[in-house]
Nanobody, 123 residues
Framework: QVQLVESGGGLVQAGGSLRLSCAAS????????MGWYRQAPGKQRELVAA???????KYADSVKGRFTITRDNAKNTVYLQMNSLKPEDTAVYYC?????????????????WGKGTLVTVSS
């Protein structure tokens, strides 16, 4: 089984910064894409940022220039540095990962979600 555990959420004033971390654990034979999604009250879950195993990144337009996604492949960990936070960034942030696993003589990829961490930005 694979688990994703997020940390780093909390309450911050507008203009402040937070750094989210997500560590993957379990029987993993590498991780392909990793990403951060968020879901605000009454809204659909949306992609915030994603990063490939090679380090290529993509961001939602709303966070470009303010958020940075990085990863440490040796630690199976992905980070989200959030600067210049705005009240509209308030949401539960979820980690997502495509992890490679091995079973019955085959490698395969499965998608996993963390339980989420709440980020609240006050005005």
């Amino acid at each position: 089984q694979v688990q994703l555990v997020e940390s780093g959420g909390g309450l911050v004033q507008a203009g402040g910064s937070l750094r989210l971390s997500c560590a993957a654990s379990g029987t993993i034979f590498g991780i392909n894409d990793m990403g951060w999604y968020r879901q605000a009250p009454g809204k659909q879950r949306e992609l915030v940022a994603a990063i490939t195993s090679g380090g290529s990144t993509k961001y939602a337009d709303s966070v470009k220039g303010r958020f940075t996604i990085t990863r440490d492949n040796a630690k199976n960990t992905v980070y989200l540095q959030m600067n210049s936070l705005k009240p509209e960034d308030t949401a539960v942030y979820y980690c997502n990962a495509d992890a490679r696993r091995y079973s019955g003589g085959y490698y395969f990829s499965s998608n996993y979600w963390g339980k989420g961490t709440l980020v609240t930005v006050s005005s």
